[in-house]
Every structure is written in structure tokens, then in C-alpha cells.
């Protein structure tokens, strides 16, 4: 059984940082990529990063590049998203998800449709 079973989040001032994990199991975790989309309240999920977990090769959404930083580690078959200088826009719920490796990730990231198995959410609230 495929599982993405995810952790973190929570409520943080702004300017603040979270980090959110993503431990997977029930497949072959270097054959597959994940990504980190998000949905805030009235508005539809968005795409914050994809990363290879074979090469590690991470792709940003404009709006977090510089400040969100995506890591794989394969020993743990868990994927991190480490937010840095959140702010009120972040707030969301975030959501991992998991698709085959394909050869160009960047023509897949934004595609939640692509994406084969995802986690259960969990809540970043970004407030003073």
C-alpha cells in the first residue's frame, strides 16, 4: 500500500520559518518524484516545488523561489519542504504528492493531475 504520511506545519508569526516532512512508502522511492502544492482557502492548489529524488533537482514557484528549499533524502525515503521568511500569503494547506520519475520534471510540476498518490495535508497558518 502507498503511503505519504506527512508532518509539520503549524502556526508561525511572520517572518518565521516551518519545515514540513514527507515519509513515503510502498514504492520505489528513487524511481518516483514529489512534489509540494498548497491550497488556501478559496482558492485552488498550487504547485510550490517538485524534486527528483533520484538527482535531487528542485523546482520553485516564482512566489517562493529564494525563500522555500526542497530536499530528498533517500535513506529515509522522506522529502523536506523548509520554509523560510513566511508570510500571511503562505497560509495554507500543504499537500505532498508523488508521481513516476519522468525525463523533464519541469513539464509535469504545476500538473497536480500528474501526480499518482498524495499526502494527507497539514496546516501552515502564517499570522502575528
Known amino acids: 500500500e502507498v503511503q505519504l504520511v506527512q508532518s509539520g506545519g503549524g502556526l508561525v508569526h511572520p517572518g518565521g520559518s516551518l519545515r514540513l516532512s514527507c515519509t513515503a512508502s510502498g514504492f520505489t522511492f528513487d524511481e518516483y518524484s514529489m512534489g509540494w502544492f498548497r491550497q488556501a482557502p ?6 510550490v516545488s517538485c524534486i527528483s529524488n533520484k538527482d535531487k533537482s528542485a523546482i520553485y514557484a516564482a512566489s517562493v523561489e ?6 530528498s ?3 529515509k525515503q522522506t522529502v523536506y519542504l523548509q520554509m523560510d ?3 500571511a500569503e503562505d497560509t ?4 505532498c504528492a508523488a508521481l513516476p520519475r ?3 520534471l519541469y513539464t509535469v510540476c504545476s500538473r497536480a493531475s500528474e501526480f499518482h ?7 501552515v497558518t502564517v499570522s502575528a
Open 66 to 71: 529564494g525563500r522555500f528549499t526542497s530536499s
Open 117 to 123: 498518490y498524495w499526502g494527507q495535508g497539514t496546516q
Open 42 to 47: 478559496g482558492k485552488g492548489r498550487e504547485v
Open 92 to 95: 495554507a494547506v500543504y499537500y
Open 102 to 104: 519522468v525525463s523533464n
Open 73 to 75: 533524502d533517500s535513506a
Open 85 to 87: 521568511g513566511l508570510n
